[in-house]
């Protein structure tokens, strides 16, 4: 891509300024840890009015993109998904899962890791209430990180692969308040095939369903 047409794809002044703001509210919203200050895995009620937080941050998103910034959400790739796009997101969800897989019972035991004191509190919780959080992880992080993040990021700078590395970098230290570092390596391996498949595919729906099959093989079925 000529310097020029990436000049022109850059925001104009207004527009930069509130893609700035918007990835403040985005990013920096779902980077704060809701679920370490209200205890959220202490009660169901807790657990409940976390996921009303995260849904809460979701809407006010969703309100700037369309009221403030006046743009339609395909602009960060609510786009109507194809046949195509529904077998792509199941095959990248399956793909993933087993690469996963290979993390946790090949490389974690290899290394001596461990995240059953993790999973065990979260397994704990009634299927319904996982079952919520895991649709709610699927839409907030895909839209939060990979398509608002992301296509904001892209038109600031202009750049695709920066746009990628940054909101994967993002994503991947966002996870590691609750799983500790050894889980960088999981977040880091979901988050770079998850960009990878948005910036392919340029759709979110392909991302949010991948991205629910992974969690729910791991939370739903584990």
């Known amino acids: 891509m000529s310097s020029v047409s990436t000049t022109a794809m850059r925001p104009a002044g207004r527009q930069r300024m509130l893609a700035l703001g918007g990835l403040v509210l985005a990013l920096g919203g779902i980077s704060l840890p809701f679920g370490t200050w209200d205890h959220a895995l202490a009660s169901q009620g807790n657990m409940v009015a976390n996921e009303f937080v995260f849904w809460a941050l979701v809407a006010a998103v969703l309100l700037y993109v369309t009221r403030i910034e006046r743009r339609p959400l395909a602009s960060i790739g609510f786009i109507r998904p194809r046949f195509a796009d529904i077998a792509i997101a199941v095959a990248a969800g399956l793909v993933m899962v087993a690469l996963l897989g290979v993390l946790y019972l090949v490389v974690f035991p290899r290394l001596g890791w461990d995240e059953t004191q993790q999973f065990q509190p979260l397994m704990?919780?009634?299927?319904?209430?996982?079952?919520?959080?895991?649709?709610?992880?699927?839409?907030?992080?895909?839209?939060?990180?990979?398509?608002?993040?992301?296509?904001?990021?892209?038109?600031?700078?202009?750049?695709?692969?920066?746009?990628?590395?940054?909101?994967?970098?993002?994503?991947?230290?966002?996870?590691?308040g609750y799983w500790g570092w050894h889980h960088l390596l999981v977040a880091g391996l979901a988050g770079g095939l998850l960009t990878l498949l948005y910036l392919w595919r340029g759709n979110l729906w392909v991302n949010i369903l991948a991205h629910f099959i992974v969690d729910a093989v791991g939370f739903l079925l584990g």
Do not use: M, N, Q
């Not at 079952?131 to 600031?156: M, N, P, Q």
């Open 124 to 176: 704990a919780v009634p299927f319904w209430l996982r079952l919520v959080t895991v649709i709610r992880a699927a839409v907030s992080e895909e839209i939060l990180f990979r398509g608002y993040a992301l296509e904001r990021t892209k038109e600031l700078t202009g750049s695709r692969a920066a746009a990628g590395l940054f909101t994967w970098g993002v994503f991947t230290i966002d996870h590691l």
